[in-house]
C-alpha cells in the first residue's frame, strides 16, 4: 500500500546545483530507501536509511530521516544532467519485508 | 552486484490473450520476489508477493486468477496476465533482495515490461 508523500512532484534545475526532495510516511519503517528511475526502465537502489540513523551519505547524495517527524529528505548535491530521472522513497514496516512507494519526484537537470 | 533479469522488456498483446513475463535473479537466489504495476507517471503498487515453492501472496484488490504468480525456483518467478485487456496496459516490474548482502543494498528491480493490450 502506498504511504509516502514526496515534494515537490516536479522539480526541474541547473546543472550544478544541488536537488533537494522530501518524503513522509505515516506509519512506522525498519528502514527507508531511495531509488531512482529512468524514463521508461527499472528503479535503482541509491541508498538506504535504517530508522535509528539519521543521516547517511553516499557520493554527491545526502539523505536524512526524522522518525519524530515520518519524514526523510533527499539531496543531491553539484547535479548533472545524467541525475535527470525520477526519485522515490520506500518504506517496509517491522517484520515486514514489502516495500510502499512513495508518489516521485520528478528531476530534470538542464545542461 | 546483485542483478535481475526480466523478460520480455516490451509486449504487445491482442485482447483475450496470455502474456508472460519473466524475473530472473542472475546471481543470487531469491526465495522472495515481488511484482509491481506502475502507471504513467505514477508510482509503484505491489501487487503481489512471490514464494519460492508456495502460492503468491496478493495484495487486496489484485486477481489473483487475472495475474498468476509461479516461482517454481530460487531463481525464477513468472507473472502471468490471463485473458488480457486494454485496461492491463502497464508498466510491470519485479524486484528481488539478495540476503546474503545485508540491507545496505536494498532490493534490486528488474528492468520493467511494458505491456500493451490491443
Known amino acids: 500500500s502506498q504511504q509516502g508523500e514526496e515534494d515537490p512532484q516536479a522539480l526541474s534545475i541547473q546543472e550544478g546545483e544541488n536537488a533537494t526532495m522530501n518524503c513522509s510516511y505515516k506509519?512506522?519503517?525498519?528502514?527507508l530507501q531511495w531509488y531512482r528511475q529512468n524514463s521508461g526502465r527499472g528503479l535503482v537502489h541509491l541508498i538506504l536509511?535504517?530508522?535509528?540513523?539519521r543521516e547517511k551519505h553516499s557520493g554527491r547524495l545526502r539523505v536524512t530521516l526524522d522518525t519524530s517527524k515520518k519524514s526523510s529528505s533527499l539531496l543531491i548535491t553539484a547535479s548533472r544532467a545524467a541525475d535527470t530521472a525520477s526519485y522515490f522513497c520506500a518504506t517496509d514496516a517491522p517484520n515486514d519485508y514489502k516495500l510502499s512507494f512513495g508518489a516521485g519526484t520528478t528531476v530534470t537537470v538542464r545542461a | 552486484g546483485a542483478v535481475v533479469s526480466q523478460h520480455p522488456s516490451r509486449v504487445i498483446c491482442k485482447s483475450g490473450t496470455s502474456v508472460k513475463i519473466e524475473c530472473r535473479s542472475l546471481d543470487f537466489q531469491a526465495t522472495t520476489m515481488f511484482w509491481y504495476r506502475q502507471f504513467p507517471k505514477q508510482s509503484l503498487m505491489l501487487m503481489a508477493t512471490s514464494n519460492e515453492g508456495s502460492k503468491a501472496t496478493y495484495e487486496q484488490g489484485v486477481e489473483k486468477d487475472k495475474f498468476l504468480i509461479n516461482h517454481a525456483s530460487l531463481t525464477l518467478s513468472t507473472l502471468t496476465v490471463t485473458s488480457a485487456h486494454p485496461e492491463d496496459s502497464s508498466f510491470y516490474i519485479c524486484?528481488?533482495?539478495?540476503?546474503?548482502?545485508?540491507?545496505?543494498?536494498?532490493?534490486?528491480f528488474g528492468s520493467g515490461t511494458r505491456l500493451t493490450v490491443v
Open positions: 506509519t512506522s519503517i525498519n528502514n
Open positions: 536509511i535504517r530508522s535509528n540513523e
Open positions: 524486484s528481488a533482495r539478495d540476503r546474503s548482502t545485508g540491507w545496505n543494498y536494498g532490493y534490486t
